[in-house]
T-cell receptor, first 117, second 110 residues
Framework: NAGVMQNPRHLVRRRGQEARLRCSPM?????VYWYRQLPEEGLKFMVY????????ESGMPKERFSAEFPKEGPSILRIQQVVRGDSAAYFC???????????????FGPGTRLTVL | GQNIDQPTEMTATEGAIVQINCTYQ??????LFWYQQHAGEAPTFLSY????GLEEKGRFSSFLSRSKGYSYLLLKELQMKDSASYLC???????????FGTGTRLKVLA
């Protein structure tokens, strides 16, 4: 069973460009979460999605950031007009959801390290 | 408020036992998770506690006291490969939004 996949692993962008980060959840998982981790800091929740629905985006900056999880294909975190402060590791996690009577543990992908020049 | 506190750094010797503490304040309680994160890698799931007491899994054990808002991760027979950050996390009232501590960076010395 393949784990959570993220690509690219490393992404370099110049200020003002767009960054697109992709996440494919673990097989059988329908819930996707995005987190941001700055150096020497903890993981910060950004957004929680299910297929075709954004459930909670309370951790997302109001401007320039958006996320989607289409019916087909990976979840995408999109950052428009990147600034230096966006440089961070972005982790995606997936879980099967509580409706399966389990603990809904989140499993993390390897992350995308975004560097804004 | 919602908050998770854990020590920033700890050092221990190969073969020893180390206890990493975590205190939490969350709105509602839906269990407490421990993750291990090696530098530059993804957090990997270690344990989940929802009931009071000790859960043992090989060299790693995790303890929870809900009345005290306290948990610890116990690592026995430390190995060099255990050098990593250990993250304490708790879901908030929505059950999906994890609040993470900043992590405890453990250095295992030979």
């Amino acid at each position: 069973n393949a784990g959570v996949m993220q690509n690219p692993r490393h992404l370099v962008r110049r200020r003002g460009q767009e960054a697109r980060l992709r996440c494919s959840p673990m097989k059988g998982h329908s819930h996707v979460y995005w987190y941001r981790q700055l150096p020497e800091e903890g993981l910060k929740f950004m957004v929680y999605l299910q297929k075709e629905n954004i459930i909670d985006e309370s951790g997302m900056p109001k401007e320039r950031f958006s996320a989607e999880f289409p019916k087909e294909g990976p979840s995408i975190l999109r950052i428009q007009q990147v600034v230096r402060g966006d440089s961070a590791a972005y982790f995606c996690a997936s879980s099967p959801g509580w409706d399966r009577g389990n603990t809904d543990t989140q499993y993390f992908g390897p992350g995308t390290r975004l560097t804004v020049l | 408020g919602q908050n998770i506190d854990q020590p920033t750094e700890m050092t221990a010797t190969e073969g020893a036992i180390v206890q990493i503490n975590c205190t939490y304040q969350t709105s509602g309680f839906n269990g407490l998770f421990w993750y291990q994160q090696h530098a530059g890698e993804a957090p990997t799931f270690l344990s989940y506690n929802v009931l009071d007491g000790l859960e043992e899994k090989g060299r790693f054990s995790s303890f929870l006291s809900r009345s005290k808002g306290y948990s610890y991760l116990l690592l026995k027979e430390l190995q060099m490969k255990d050098s990593a950050s250990y993250l304490c996390a708790a879901p908030t009232s929505g059950t999906y939004k994890y609040i993470f501590g900043t992590g405890t960076r453990l250095k295992v010395l030979a």
